[in-house]
């Protein structure tokens, strides 16, 4: 029915509460935005968070965190070293028994080791390298940085040339090290490093060069090194001493859940 002023009044409520409905929608609409303003400015708290300058910040932290690592674990070393020295003095052993945990110390790789080897280092491309062989194509970001299996090329052809001991910058590898790469830094028994990257080995010099030349990973790697410039020295050392590992022994490992 069509009241005076061909107005239709079974249409007027639902305007007005079509329009109650769109001032609660806007109210929302910039209630949401007011809490969205307050959260970046909580995130930011002061700092332009369209800038790169927080990240700074973070790399000084991760240093930081790394230089505390070092002088704890130097303190924790030169306490173990205490503890096993007291040890020893009151255990009672013969001096076979003693040579015999000093040859499995020395096995483990606890213990310090001297004598010739060699050092490898490896080191990133420049960053604005170009390719360096006709026909080969211009280089991906990858291809001009150390990655994870070219560290562990070395260190596995070291170990398969005889090496009686590693040392993978200034930390001894032991059984259970792992050597591994995030982006182009390296984390090694919870310490971080950047590039380069210096492996010394010790053992018979000519068998551990012998093993570099002749791993096929190796092979791939040095590919590279012609083909863009990444860093690649082998030195001869007619006598280092590596360290003997400080860090801890103890092993974690999983175990399974009995079923009832």
Same mark, same amino acid.
């Given at each position: 029915m069509t009241g005076a002023g061909g107005t239709s009044p079974a249409r007027t409520p639902s305007r007005g509460r079509r329009a109650a409905g769109l001032r609660v929608l806007s109210g929302a609409v910039f209630a949401l935005a007011g809490l969205i303003f307050w959260t970046s400015f909580?995130?930011?708290?002061?700092?332009?968070?369209?800038?790169?300058?927080?990240?700074?910040?973070?790399?000084?932290?991760?240093?930081?965190?790394?230089?505390?690592?070092?002088?704890?674990?130097?303190?924790?070393?030169?306490?173990?070293?205490?503890?096993?020295?007291?040890?020893?003095?009151?255990?009672?052993?013969?001096?076979?028994?003693?040579?015999?945990?000093?040859?499995?110390?020395?096995?483990?790789?606890?213990?310090?080791? %001297?004598?010739?080897?060699?050092?490898? %280092?490896?080191?990133?491309?420049?960053?604005?390298?170009?390719?360096?062989?006709?026909?080969?194509?211009?280089?991906?970001p990858n291809d001009l940085v150390i990655h994870q299996q070219d560290l562990q090329a070395v260190v596995n052809a070291l170990w398969q040339g005889g090496a009686q001991g590693i040392r993978v910058m200034d930390q001894r590898l032991i059984s259970t090290s792992a050597v591994r790469c995030v982006g182009n830094t390296l984390i090694l028994q919870g310490r971080v490093y950047s590039p380069p990257y210096r492996i010394t080995a010790v053992g018979d010099q000519d068998k551990l060069r012998h093993a570099l030349d002749t791993s096929p990973a190796i092979t791939n790697y040095l590919q590279y090194v012609r083909a863009y410039g990444l860093g690649w020295k082998v030195a001869t050392q007619h006598r280092t001493t590596l360290p003997g590992y400080d860090g801890s022994v103890g092993l974690s490992y999983a175990q399974p859940v009995q079923q009832p």
């Amino acid at each position: 029915m069509t009241g005076a002023g061909g107005t239709s009044p079974a249409r007027t409520p639902s305007r007005g509460r079509r329009a109650a409905g769109l001032r609660v929608l806007s109210g929302a609409v910039f209630a949401l935005a007011g809490l969205i303003f307050w959260t970046s400015f909580d995130t930011a708290k002061g700092v332009d968070i369209r800038s790169d300058d927080p990240l700074p910040k973070l790399s000084d932290n991760v240093r930081s965190k790394n230089a505390q690592n070092e002088k704890l674990e130097k303190q924790v070393a030169g306490v173990r070293a205490d503890v096993d020295r007291l040890t020893r003095q009151g255990s009672g052993l013969s001096p076979a028994e003693r040579r015999h945990i000093e040859d499995l110390e020395k096995a483990a790789g606890t213990a310090p080791l %001297t004598g010739p080897g060699l050092q490898v %280092t490896l080191n990133d491309a420049p960053p604005d390298a170009t390719a360096l062989v006709p026909g080969v194509p211009d280089p991906q970001p990858n291809d001009l940085v150390i990655h994870q299996q070219d560290l562990q090329a070395v260190v596995n052809a070291l170990w398969q040339g005889g090496a009686q001991g590693i040392r993978v910058m200034d930390q001894r590898l032991i059984s259970t090290s792992a050597v591994r790469c995030v982006g182009n830094t390296l984390i090694l028994q919870g310490r971080v490093y950047s590039p380069p990257y210096r492996i010394t080995a010790v053992g018979d010099q000519d068998k551990l060069r012998h093993a570099l030349d002749t791993s096929p990973a190796i092979t791939n790697y040095l590919q590279y090194v012609r083909a863009y410039g990444l860093g690649w020295k082998v030195a001869t050392q007619h006598r280092t001493t590596l360290p003997g590992y400080d860090g801890s022994v103890g092993l974690s490992y999983a175990q399974p859940v009995q079923q009832p």
